[in-house]
């Protein structure tokens, strides 16, 4: 299975490799990668060899073709449908990010139980949590972020599982559990990672190492 890490990395080569297209780039080399991206060139072979991305040390790889293997890696080769659960100002904001499509991600509808929220004419409509499953199931949706307070988190996790999401972006500030092992968790607190930005910023010490 592949690290966390690994696949931070191949979505780093592809964001590099898509800036170098923007300025006229018909190949890339791993060194080019590596430069953008922070690490090796070893490090950018051995990433797309245990992927079996092909190229070569001289011929480097063609853009095109790095882009086309790096997003079916990435599942990105196909429109991934997310559900978002609570519509405050963070999950507002996510169904209106306009960046999302561009990387074949589309957040196909919101949930809330805030009747003045709801809105089933809007391009990603908001429904009652009542209607999760059956929409889920209906449209196929795998993945769903959750945006609601601490409190509510664990019921609202065990609901999306329930009705058959096998991926979860979590958003509230508490670790979420399951004894689902079909259930794969990215537990995002946005206070602890500024935190965790202003020790490093105040003590003068580089994460990385």
Known sequence: MSSRSRILRLSRYKNAALRLKSLNFLKVFSDNLADATGVTASQVRKDFSLFGISGNRRGGYQIDELLTQLNKVLGKDKLQKFIVVGV???????????????????????????????????????????????????????????????????????????AGIKGVLNFAPIRLKSDNTDIVVHNLNLETEIENLIYFVNTKVNPAE
């Not at 589309?106 to 209607?131: C, H, L, Q, T, W």
């Open 88 to 162: 405050g100002n963070m999950g507002r904001g996510m169904i209106n990010y306009p960046g999302f499509i561009k990387s074949e991600i589309k957040i196909v509808a919101g949930f809330d139980i805030d009747p003045s929220k709801y809105n089933r004419k809007a391009d990603a409509p908001v429904f009652p949590m009542d209607e999760l499953t059956a929409f889920v199931k209906t449209n196929e949706v795998e993945f769903g972020i959750i945006a609601v307070p601490d409190f509510a988190a664990q019921e609202v996790f065990e609901r999306l599982i329930q």
